[in-house]
């Protein structure tokens, strides 16, 4: 766990701004799964608070500088939690809200899971599960050879950590010396099928990429500060860099925190407008 020496009140007022964000997200990802009947809903809750910090505090990446070769690329690899990735984009200016009205209709920009370049900031398809890591760091090799330098960003399941794929990623990047990688594991303790921890023996998931050649930090992935200190410390590593994330699943709605019934639930309106005044939001 990451220590600060931040004054308390100092840390919350300098956070409240992204809080209100990430209350607007959440409304949004509840609304969204509610019209288009699409599920994995806890799943896009539980990493609100690590993309907002990125796109408004780290990630070198705007609407004017989604084709600039040196800036910064962010890889949703749990592409079941594009919901959130979307809000995000959509918060920050990289496309119109107005497309939300079409989410994951025949013909729109805004698929179930995301495909390359379907709206500004989209950067691969995703969603088959165990791959991001492996684009990541493809494209982080990539940075290094042709000398153009960015971070590259990927946000994984923890079930993502089950996958073959996902490992074989870990063993290339300390060979390159891909310091320019950070892989942050959404560690909600959840898969569709039961606790992440029950289904392979992922623990202990940091001292696992360590082994692998990392640096690497457990953090309260709900925490600004701390998910502030963990990015820092990655930018400045002299390795690739893991982020374990410990997240709750459905976090921000009381009902629907740590119940793995909302991996495929849909919410109902009377539970979006239960949602609604739970994060003190009126409408979007």
Known sequence: ???????????????????????RIRGRIIQLSHQARTPHL????????????????????????????????????KGHGITTLYAVLAERGFFSPELFEGYAQEGSPLPEHPSPHCVPGIEAATGSLGHGLSISTGIALASKMNGIPFSVVSLLSDGECNEGSTWEAALLAPVHKLNNLIAIVDFN????????????????LEEKFEAFGWNSLRIDGHDFR????????????????????????????????????????IPTKEEVDSAFAELGIESL
């Open 189 to 204: 303790k959840w898969q569709a099928t039961g606790r992440s921890t029950e289904v392979t023996a992922l623990e202990p």
């Open 42 to 77: 806890g799943s896009s809750l539980s990493f609100v608070e690590l993309l907002v910090y990125l796109y408004w505090n780290f990630l070198e990446i705007s609407p004017s500088q989604v084709k600039s070769p040196d800036r910064d690329r962010f890889i949703l690899s």
């Open 1 to 23: 766990m990451i220590a600060s020496t931040d004054h308390p009140q100092k840390t919350e007022r300098e956070f409240e701004p992204l809080l209100a964000v990430a209350a």
């Open 226 to 265: 701390q998910i502030k200190s963990a990015l820092e410390t990655a930018k400045d590593s002299d390795k690739p860099f893991a982020i374990i994330a410990d997240t709750i699943k459905g976090k921000g709605i009381k009902t629907m925190e740590d119940d793995n019934n909302w991996h495929y639930r």
